[in-house]
Every structure is written in structure tokens, then in C-alpha cells.
T-cell receptor
């Protein structure tokens, strides 16, 4: 797929386990932080966002944590399923319309 | 509901040739974007259009031009393709009120190879 990368970090988890994907960001001025999922051969798909004045936000089976002290963002996926296998990107919104994406983490779910 | 549609899906060019990537969205979104994705890297913004009639440069605009033809369509043109422009190109759109949060709707991508 388009997101095949020679050096993508990979997280391998057992089906049913929880997954935690981590991301470091660089700009303290970012107003929003976002997680995207990209399946092989497809475009990125929005998962969840979190505003900079929050430290936790929950969605359906996903939780995003933001630690501004160490500029760290994480995505937790509960009860990981085979359909969660994809590359996950964090992104920060530096200004209106201007997203900066991280390099991505590949999640592989073992049945 | 088609969402964001890109054409062509695949294209091979020779160095120096020109081409236009087409993008159309049927969600009545105000903002549209062009990104490129290279292996092992995240997406990088080439150009964006906050609303019909406006376009602005992103992080990597050199070698590209764009046209916001109307509210639905946003095209990306390579005037003289170079091997460094070999990449997968993604068009995206966002509705008014959500662009500032970073929620974009992406097309399926156009894979371009420049020989």
C-alpha cells in the first residue's frame, strides 16, 4: 500500500488486547492534536481529536491522552480487533488548515 | 455518497512532462487540500484552499500549481515533472467549523511515478 515505509515503527498486539500508540510533537503552540488511521491502499481516516486545553478525550473504543509537559500524545485502543490493523498517524494543527503529520506507527493485530 | 474523488489513481510520467490531478468532493465542504505522502513519512501539505476563490501555499509548494475551480473541485498541476515528485498524492476537504480542529476527509490517493 501507499504507506509502506522501510522504517515505520511497528506495534504487534494480540486480538482482544489493548493497544497504545505513542507520538511526540514539536510545537507547543498547536491548538489541536489529531489521530488518523490509514489502511493499506486508502486515504487517512480521522479517528479523534483533542484540544490543547484538555488532557484526555474518549471516543468509541479509543482514548487520546495529551501530556503537554513532555509534548507527548498517545492513542489507546481497547479490545483491539483485526480491523484495527493499519498505520496510525498523529498530527498537530499549527494554524488554521495547517496540519503537520508524524511519521506513523504500523499496528498489526494477531488473531 | 462518493466523498472525495481523485483522478487518476495511477500515472507514470517522464521527466519534464506535465499533468493535472483532479479532485472533487460532494460534501459541500468549504476547505480543500493537497498533500503528498512519501514512503516512511507522514503527509506533507502542498497547497490548500480555505474557501472558493482562495488558495495558499503549504509546506512543500515548489513545482506545483493549484486551481480551485469551484466549491467542489480543486486541481493540482505539475508543469514540469521531476523524479522527486514521485509520490502518492492525497486530496482532502473539511467542512466549515471543523477545519481548525484538523478533521479532514481524504480521497483514496493518486500514485504518481516520474521516470
Amino acid at each position: 500500500g501507499e504507506n509502506v515505509g522501510l522504517h515505520l515503527p511497528t506495534l504487534s498486539v494480540q486480538e482482544g488486547d489493548n493497544s497504545i500508540i505513542n507520538c511526540a510533537y514539536s510545537n507547543s503552540a498547536s491548538d489541536y492534536f489529531i489521530w488518523y488511521k490509514q489502511e493499506s491502499g486508502k486515504g487517512p481516516q480521522f479517528i479523534i481529536d483533542i484540544r490543547s486545553n484538555m488532557d484526555k478525550r474518549q471516543g468509541q473504543r479509543v482514548t487520546v491522552l495529551l501530556n503537554k509537559t513532555v509534548k507527548h500524545l498517545s492513542l489507546q485502543i481497547a479490545a483491539t480487533q483485526p480491523g484495527d490493523s493499519a498505520v496510525y498517524f498523529c498530527a498537530e494543527n499549527l494554524a488554521y488548515n495547517m496540519l503537520t503529520f508524524g511519521g506513523g506507527t504500523r499496528l498489526m493485530v494477531k488473531p | 455518497n462518493a466523498g472525495v474523488t481523485q483522478t487518476p489513481k495511477f500515472q507514470v510520467l517522464k521527466t519534464g512532462q506535465s499533468m493535472t490531478l483532479q479532485c472533487a468532493q460532494d460534501m459541500n465542504h468549504n476547505s480543500m487540500y493537497w498533500y503528498r505522502q512519501d514512503p516512511g513519512m507522514g503527509l506533507r501539505l502542498i497547497y490548500y484552499s480555505a474557501s472558493e476563490g482562495t488558495t495558499d501555499k503549504g509546506e512543500v509548494p515548489n513545482g506545483y500549481n493549484v486551481s480551485r475551480l469551484n466549491k467542489r473541485e480543486f486541481s493540482l498541476r505539475l508543469e514540469s515533472a521531476a523524479p522527486s515528485q514521485t509520490s502518492v498524492y492525497f486530496c482532502a476537504s473539511s467542512p466549515i467549523g471543523r477545519a481548525n480542529t484538523g478533521e479532514l476527509f481524504f480521497g483514496e490517493g493518486s500514485r504518481l511515478t516520474v521516470l
